[in-house]
């Protein structure tokens, strides 16, 4: 019986290993489509910058999730704009999309982040860090952002570095 079960796996699985039955790989997606991305983040930077939120949240499918740091998931256009509008203002933002690639319709970005920030009663706050986000090519070709995560690259602050 062993033996039959054997034989029978390599007969039904013997096509796929062969590339008998297997689908082509899909394509790399096209360096327009690269480009159309590193655009949109740009954009993305600069509705921020505006606090153009609507705006800026639209650069998300409906049914996103965004990971900031620090804080719960916001899942779904809705909870990123509240989250974006409770932001305190920029001073810079600017987007480094390190690394575009994707197959199909599904794109991922490994970028870098700068960032400062006007804190209530107190002086611009500069932050700097990495993300990754998902992207998706939408029915009328455009990219949207699936999934957003983003971490700081400074230090946890600490007792002695908050007394100096």
């Known amino acids: 019986m062993k033996r039959l079960s054997v034989v029978l796996a390599l007969v039904v699985a013997g096509p796929y290993f062969a590339g008998g ?78 690394e575009v690639t994707g197959v199909g319709d599904l794109a991922y970005v490994r970028g870098r982040y700068s960032i400062s920030i006007l804190v209530p009663g107190g002086p611009p706050v500069a932050d700097s860090g990495k993300y990754i986000e998902v992207w998706r090519r ?4 455009t990219w949207k952002i699936s999934r957003d995560i983003f971490n700081s690259d400074l230090p946890v602050p600490t007792a002695s570095s908050e007394s100096r």
């Not at 327009?32 to 650069?59: K, L, P």
């Not at 499918?61 to 809705?78: H, I, Q, S, Y």
């Open 21 to 98: 039955c297997a689908q082509p790989a899909p394509s790399v997606i096209a360096a327009a489509d690269v480009e159309a991305i590193r655009e949109a983040a740009g954009a993305y930077a600069q509705a921020a910058m505006d606090t153009a939120w609507t705006q800026w949240s639209n650069f998300f499918t409906e049914d996103a999730v965004f990971l900031p740091p620090n804080t719960t998931a916001k899942e779904g256009r809705a909870a990123i704009e509240a989250w974006g509008r409770a932001f305190p203002p920029f001073t810079d933002f600017r987007l480094d999309p390190v």
């Open 138 to 141: 939408q029915p009328d070709a």
